[in-house]
C-alpha cells in the first residue's frame, strides 16, 4: 500500500500546472496508525514544486492543522485560495484555541463543583442546585439541562450512579451515531 504522504500529488500539480497548486491535496481525516488516534486537517501535496515552502508535514503526521495551512504556506496558489475564501466569508477554525477554552470550561466547573461541595452540609437538594447553578453563573458558564444538573447534584452529594448512567447513555448515543454514519458510507459504495 503507497505511504500517502509520499504519494500525494494535487491535480494541478499531476497536469504540471504549479504556480496555480495551493499545496493543499484536500481537507479530512481518519484514524492515523502512527500514532494510534484520529486526526484531521489538510493534507499537503508532495510535488517538489513546494519545496521551498515553509510548510511540511510534521513527523509521524499525515496531515497539518487547515489554520497552519492558512498561515504559513506561501504557494502561489494557495493566496489565490486564501483571498476565494476571505471573499466567500470561509473562517477558519482554531482547533488549539478551541481544544483549550473547552479545558477553561472543564476546570471551571470543576472548581464550581468543588465550590459547592465544601458547602452542602445540612442543605437540601434544591439549596445546593441552586449553589451550584450560582458557582456556574459566576464563572460565565452555561447552565446544564435540568437533567444535568440533577445528575450534578446527585454526584455532590455522594451519589455518583445518575452521573455515571447519563455518561454510558451519551457514549451509548454517541455509538448509535456513529454506527448510523458508517451505514450511510456503506451504502454509497
Known sequence: MPDPRTESRTFQCARDQHQTCAHSFGIGGGFNPKRLRLEFGVALCNCSCHASCPLTLPPRRLTVPEKTWYDTCTCPGAAV?????????????????????????????????????????????????????????????????????????????????????????????????????????????
Open 81 to 189: 485560495r486564501r483571498q476565494a475564501m476571505s471573499e466567500a466569508g470561509v473562517e477558519i477554525p482554531d482547533f488549539g484555541k478551541r481544544w483549550e477554552e473547552a479545558r477553561d470550561r472543564s476546570r471551571a466547573r470543576k472548581e464550581a463543583a468543588s465550590a459547592v461541595r465544601s458547602r452542602i452540609a445540612g442543605r437540601s437538594r434544591a439549596e445546593i442546585r441552586d449553589m451550584y447553578v450560582a458557582e456556574l453563573q459566576a464563572r460565565e458558564l452555561r447552565i446544564p439541562s435540568d437533567v444535568v444538573l440533577d445528575a450534578v447534584v446527585d454526584s455532590l452529594t455522594g451519589n455518583p450512579l445518575p452521573a455515571a448512567r447519563l455518561g454510558a447513555e451519551s457514549l451509548i448515543g454517541l455509538g448509535r451515531s456513529l454506527h448510523d454514519v458508517a451505514k450511510l458510507f456503506r451504502q454509497d459504495h
